[in-house]
T-cell receptor, first 117, second 111 residues
């Protein structure tokens, strides 16, 4: 398996523009997570899905952020409009779940480095 | 809010020495995991320890868990330059699958 795939790897955009980040989880994994990492705030969970359904979006900073998972093999994180403070590395991760006592190991993608000028 | 807090924030050792990092957390957990992040890369899972376990080994890694003290430690024995990375502990959140990551320990292993 190729692992978790994210695109693009780097994104530079101007304030006010829409940004869409993409993620393809590992085949067969039923949990998908979106994280944001900055020097100041560390690694923050934004939202996670189970079987394509959003379970907890309490980490989404504000209404400018939205995430979708239309099928088991694809998810998007959209920021509209983008602001300079959104500059960060955004990671997608997936896990096999497997129930309450199942596998919790998360597999991370390489990340998308977003710069908003 | 962050559940796990790693200590120290940064650690610098010589190759061949052992490295110990600690993680403290506030509320009861079911599982605790350790991850490694090389510069510019995604996190990589190292080891998971369940609340009913006290110690686990994986190669040169040894993890302990003391639920009475709400703390865990990660020991890397015979460190190598390739172990240079940031190490994070993650504790399970409200829904079990939602793990909360600490701020990490930055380990530098000098050749």
């Amino acid at each position: 398996d190729a692992g978790v795939i994210q695109s693009p790897r780097h994104e530079v955009t101007e304030m006010g523009q829409e940004v869409t980040l993409r993620c393809k989880p590992i085949s067969g994994h039923d949990y998908l997570f979106w994280y944001r990492q900055t020097m100041m705030r560390g690694l923050e969970l934004l939202i996670y899905f189970n079987n394509n359904v959003p379970i907890d979006d309490s980490g989404m900073p504000e209404d400018r952020f939205s995430a979708k998972m239309p099928n088991a093999s694809f998810s998007t994180l959209k920021i509209q409009p983008s602001e300079p403070r959104d500059s960060a590395v955004y990671f997608c991760a997936s896990s096999g779940g497997g129930g309450w006592r199942g596998s919790y190991e998360q597999y991370f993608g390489p990340g998308t480095r977003l710069t908003v000028t | 809010s962050q559940q796990g807090e790693e200590d120290p924030q940064a650690l610098s050792i010589q190759e061949g020495e052992n490295a110990t990092m600690n993680c403290s957390y506030k509320t009861s957990i079911n599982n605790l995991q350790w991850y490694r992040q090389n510069s510019g890369r995604g996190l990589v899972h190292l080891i998971l320890i369940r609340s009913n376990e006290r110690e686990k080994h994986s190669g040169r890694l040894r993890v302990t868990l003391d639920t009475s003290k709400k703390s865990s430690s990660l020991l890397i024995t015979a460190s190598r330059a390739a172990d240079t990375a940031s190490y994070f502990c993650a504790t399970d959140g409200r829904y079990g699958q939602n793990f909360v990551f600490g701020p990490g320990t930055r380990l530098s292993v000098l050749p």
